[in-house]
């Protein structure tokens, strides 16, 4: 079973606030992602990191920011929310073998 | 990534087999078939994968075609913890991202 975990689940927040969503896995991964959904529609990869000090923006343009200082801990930033980052955040991880294991998800909301 | 094609949704009854298509006329030698699905309110998760041969594990089995233009993902008894949107993507062994597709929604009827 993964053990990838994402907090908060839930963010309701105002406009231009600084945030930051956390995610962390115990698995000892090298690669985290983190992926955006709107409800109903695809997923979208805006980040990815293949090691510490790694990181690499996805196919989808994102204002937020990631960091990857720690194996285990990969947080995204958003430096000033606004109602068009309403969406939800997927983080992943994987290893040598290469399946990728995802968290449950943070839902935000900025108002 | 070359890109895949699938039912926009498929429906099934309880208990009964369920058989997901998948089309990829473009695949290259090196491009591995995974099987992801998204239960509601849920990240998704890993099903299945495979390159040449057929598959099987707990969950599903995976039938890919002679020619790998095309795969099958089968549940061999569907149950309504089954009712998921499945993702059927191609990519190259450690390659890393997936990219995702429409999906097909699953609904499992009692």
């Known amino acids: 079973e993964a053990d990838i975990y994402q907090t908060p689940r839930y963010l309701v927040i105002g406009t231009g606030k600084k945030i930051t969503l956390e995610c962390s896995q115990t698995?000892?991964?090298?690669?985290m992602y983190w992926y955006q959904q709107d409800p109903g529609m695809e997923l979208h990869l805006i980040h990815y990191s293949y090691g510490v000090n790694s990181t690499e923006k996805g196919d989808l343009s994102s204002e937020s920011t990631v960091s990857r200082i720690r194996t285990e801990h990969f947080p995204l930033t958003l430096e000033s929310a606004r109602p068009s980052h309403t969406s939800q955040y997927l983080c992943?991880?994987?290893?040598?073998?290469?399946?990728?294991?995802f968290g449950p998800g943070t839902r935000l909301t900025v108002l | 990534d070359a890109k895949t094609t699938q039912p926009n949704s498929m429906e099934s009854n309880e208990e009964e087999p369920v058989h997901l298509p998948c089309n990829h006329s473009t695949i290259s030698g090196t491009d591995y078939i995974h099987w992801y699905r998204q239960l509601p309110s849920q990240g998704p998760e890993y099903v299945i994968h495979?390159?040449?041969s057929n598959v099987n594990n707990r969950m599903a089995s995976l039938a890919i075609a002679e020619d790998r233009k095309s795969s099958t993902l089968i549940l061999h008894r569907a149950t309504l913890r089954d009712a998921a949107v499945y993702y059927c993507?191609?990519?190259?062994?450690?390659?890393?991202?997936?990219?995702f597709g429409q999906g097909t929604i699953l609904t499992v009827h009692p």
């Open positions: 698995m000892g991964h090298d690669k």
């Open positions: 495979g390159l040449t």
């Open positions: 992943a991880s994987s290893g040598t073998v290469d399946t990728q294991y």
């Open positions: 993507i191609l990519r190259r062994l450690s390659y890393g991202k997936l990219t």
